[in-house]
């Protein structure tokens, strides 16, 4: 074999080996993305049955069982959260019991999903800001994170009474 046709097998062999691992690169982006769109629709719906149920309560502890007509009547923003004796999320009565919850569901080969909740008053004229006294209106905001999303998952209701 003559220099020439030596270094055509080498060319080849270079540009063989280069279109291999570029054929194994692309189809490993594929299977990422996958994953990912997987993990997206996945977390999705996790995030939104969670949402579901905590809209399914009660207002507020005081309009359990009764309505309420003041502001006042409402729990103290800096007392949001579960009330005494309620542990777990069946327990919980009312929205803002759900304040600081956290969940971990555990889903196969896709892992961990990590739900964490938070509820705040808000001023129904400036949606998304925090309001530090009692109003007639809650955000529900909830994140996700899973270790094949390519970001946190976040969704924000507002529930008005």
Known sequence: MSSGQQILTIFAIVILTLLIINVYNSQ??????????????????IAQSLLNEIQAKAFDEKTVNQGVADTDSLTLPNSLGPDA??????QFDDIDDYNNYTRSDSLGRLGLFNTKVDIY???????????????????????????????????????AY
């Open 28 to 45: 490993s982006t594929r299977e990422g993305m996958l994953l990912s769109n997987e993990a997206i629709i996945t977390g999705t719906g």
């Open 85 to 90: 004796g309620e542990i777990i999320s069946t």
């Open 121 to 159: 008053y808000i001023d129904k004229l400036s949606p998304g800001v925090k309001s530090y006294t009692q109003t007639f209106t809650k955000e529900i905001y909830i994140s996700l994170t899973n270790f094949s999303l390519p970001d946190t998952i976040k969704f924000h209701q507002v529930i």
